[in-house]
């Protein structure tokens, strides 16, 4: 679909300044993971990985807690986990931030839920299919695409085994939220991506016009603004995700910081040890690297 850049987009309301939308965990939960959730977790599987609805409409939310044997071993949490009545195991993703090793953290999750479809005495073939959608709020560096979609393939295609199935939905290649578009015919699948990342609860509103499952899923979101406890523990956790952001983002951008001062560093040992080795005086190698006496001699 091509942006529509028409108009400006639809106002926002907030509490205390603090946007209100779906991809903050409270609320991603509250929609997608409570027990009177499944007809509106068992949809958003449908869309989003084209399950048939008769496949996932029996299913069990479980434990988010991931598989671990021992104290030693790193203890994982998901969003979501599904469990479908034919043994599958869905995780359901909300990432509001991109970091470089994401790939790598969902294919752990991924190798988690996988493990845990093995029982005792039985072969490799009763291990069940596992399936990872993760819905991302900065861009997917992998790919160009609203949906993005891995499984084991070899180089001419050809599918090793199902078993594997990773979905990336990068929602800052949704349209703009302007007034156009909400009135124009927009996919399902993209109503819904838009519901979920939108900051704005008339853009919601106006989107779960006429869809009864939408509009459930609304109500339940606008209690954050009439009913006080649901408000105070929305601002709560809101404030304790964008803490714990900004500390991993501050320790990211210092040890990035401090490994391109070990480079530099490093590079101009390696320039002198090169000039060193062509004979050039000591006194030059000194002011051309910036290195003390000392540095050069222990070369």
Not at 5 to 16: E, F, G, K, Q, R
Not at 139 to 148: D, T, Y
Not at 178 to 190: A, C, H
Not at 215 to 220: H, V
């Amino acid at each position: 679909m091509v942006k529509n850049n028409s108009s400006p987009a639809i106002d926002n309301l907030t509490l205390n300044g603090i946007p209100v939308s779906i991809r903050y965990d409270y609320l991603f939960k509250k929609i997608f993971a409570s027990e009177d959730s499944k007809s509106a977790v068992a949809h958003l599987i449908h869309l989003t990985t084209g399950l048939r609805k008769e496949d996932v409409s029996d299913l069990t939310i479980s434990n988010p807690y991931l598989l671990f044997h021992n104290i030693r071993d790193k203890r994982s949490i998901v969003d979501i986990l599904i469990r479908l009545k034919d043994g599958k195991r869905i995780n359901i993703e909300m990432q509001n931030h991109w970091h470089p090793f994401y790939p790598e953290r969902a294919i752990y999750y991924w190798s988690l839920m996988y493990q845990d479809t093995s029982r005792a005495r039985e072969g490799y073939n009763k291990l069940s299919k596992c399936i990872g959608i993760h819905l991302l709020n900065e861009a997917f560096h992998l790919g160009e695409k609203l949906q993005s979609t891995y499984a084991i393939r070899e180089e001419n295609g050809s599918l090793l085994s199902d078993v594997l199935e990773l979905h990336f939905f990068d929602l800052t290649k949704l349209p703009e939220e302007t007034k156009e578009l909400l009135q124009s015919e927009i996919s399902e699948l993209e109503r819904w991506l838009l519901f979920i990342r939108t900051d704005s609860q008339e853009v919601r509103n106006v989107l779960s016009e006429g869809d009864e499952l939408m509009s459930e899923c609304n109500d339940k979101v606008q209690s954050v603004f009439y009913t006080p406890s649901e408000r105070e523990i929305y601002i709560r956790e809101h404030i304790a995700e964008m803490d714990h952001y900004s500390i991993m983002r501050e320790k990211y951008e210092s040890g990035l910081k401090e490994g391109l001062q070990k480079g530099k560093e490093e590079a101009k040992l390696n320039i002198a040890r090169a000039l060193l080795k062509s004979g050039i005086d000591k006194d030059i190698i000194q002011q051309t690297t910036g290195l003390d006496r000392e540095q050069l001699e222990n070369l």
